[in-house]
């Protein structure tokens, strides 16, 4: 079996806790480090939350590294009314008795890069404030990393304003420092992750999970819907898009494109304008998803989880 060892960088959530699980469960991924972020709660929650998820789902041999609480600059956002105040809807998980690594997340990402360039995916799926600030620190990260996948942005609109996604608008500079980097980002955004939806079917076979599905899978995947949504079709799993990207390419239709990150506009600060007619692509983004197939591999490693869980 071809391993793939991962530096996940994120910011749990709902579908953070969602993308690590799928990462933990998968046999061919190795986790190299989990590092948090400020983004959907303040970092002491994330950081919380990578802490307990790490004990309560068992990858506990895993560096868990906290990172930067804000972006760059401007102000600090969140996106509690989604993931509720604690980040993790209605699930409450044991307190973690296990510290968090000495390094803060900037070094661990660095040291580990450094240590085996090449090797190593670099999976962000919340704000990019940390991985510009490793950027920052030591440019040749973009060359260490095997590869650069995140989730965020959108090539049509946003979710947070008209223009931006989340993970963009919490921290427009980061992004378009790490977009302008000498790297080709993979942009997972919402045009693909709106693809992968919790329908009704889909609940009721992670409700087959047993323990793991009635008490974390399930309170994850379902804790938040859309008042404004008419036609609401279930809550996206945004950041397992993202995962499973790595580890499943030919579940998605991908095209080159260049991304530029707006940061001045009033109206569309933290817009990720994607041009898929440019010469001079950074960028692949993944359009179309495999939605059966995605599904049928999640749920088939969560089952795996469940199982050993």
Known sequence: MNLTRMIIDCDPGLDDALA?????????????????VGGNVAL????RNALELREYLGFTDVPVAAGAAGPLEGEVRN??????????????????????????AVTLIIDLLRSNPGEIDLVAIGPLTNIALALRAEPRVAQWAKSFVIMG??????????????NIY???????????????VVMVGLDLTLQARVTGAIKDRMLELGTLGSELVVPLSTFWADPLD????????????????VTHP????????????ETQGVFTAGMTVTNFRSPNPNAIVPTELDVDGFWDMVLAHYSAAAQAH
């Open 20 to 36: 690590l699980l799928l990462a933990h469960a998968d046999p061919s991924v190795v986790i190299e480090a989990v590092t948090t």
């Open 170 to 184: 919490a921290d427009p500079a980061a992004a378009a420092e790490v977009f302008a980097a000498d790297w080709q």
């Open 44 to 47: 002491a929650d994330t950081t």
């Open 250 to 261: 030919e579940l998605f239709r991908s095209t080159p494109a260049r991304v530029d990150v």
């Open 230 to 245: 008419p036609d609401w079709g279930g809550q996206a799993v945004h950041d397992v898009c993202a995962i499973a990207y």
């Open 79 to 104: 996106a509690a009314e989604v993931h509720g105040s604690g980040g993790l809807g209605s699930v409450v998980l044991p307190a973690a008795a296990l510290p968090l690594d000495e390094r803060d």
């Open 153 to 166: 942005g959108s090539y049509t609109r946003g979710n947070t304003t008209p223009a931006a996604e989340f």
